[in-house]
């Protein structure tokens, strides 16, 4: 199991999907400069990057939804 707990983690305006679509995508980011550069891989991309998303190097930005005001008549 990952520190910190999820919990800890997201605040009142985030979702529990959105922080793991954040912390996956940043797992790839990391996976693929890692690649990129011939680096070996010596810690798991997601390890590292839910411990940067805790210590605030990155946040995670939802975008609006767009919803349909919908009316029954």
Do not use: H, W
């Amino acid at each position: 199991m990952l520190r910190p707990a999820i919990t800890q983690l997201i605040t009142k305006n985030e979702s529990c999907y959105s922080l793991v679509i954040g912390i996956a995508k940043r797992a790839r980011e990391i996976a693929d400069d890692l690649y990129k550069n011939d680096q070996p891989l010596e810690e798991k991309p997601v390890k590292t990057a839910v411990d940067e998303f805790a210590r605030g190097e990155f946040r995670i930005i939802e975008a609006a939804s767009e919803s349909k005001n919908t009316t029954l008549q």
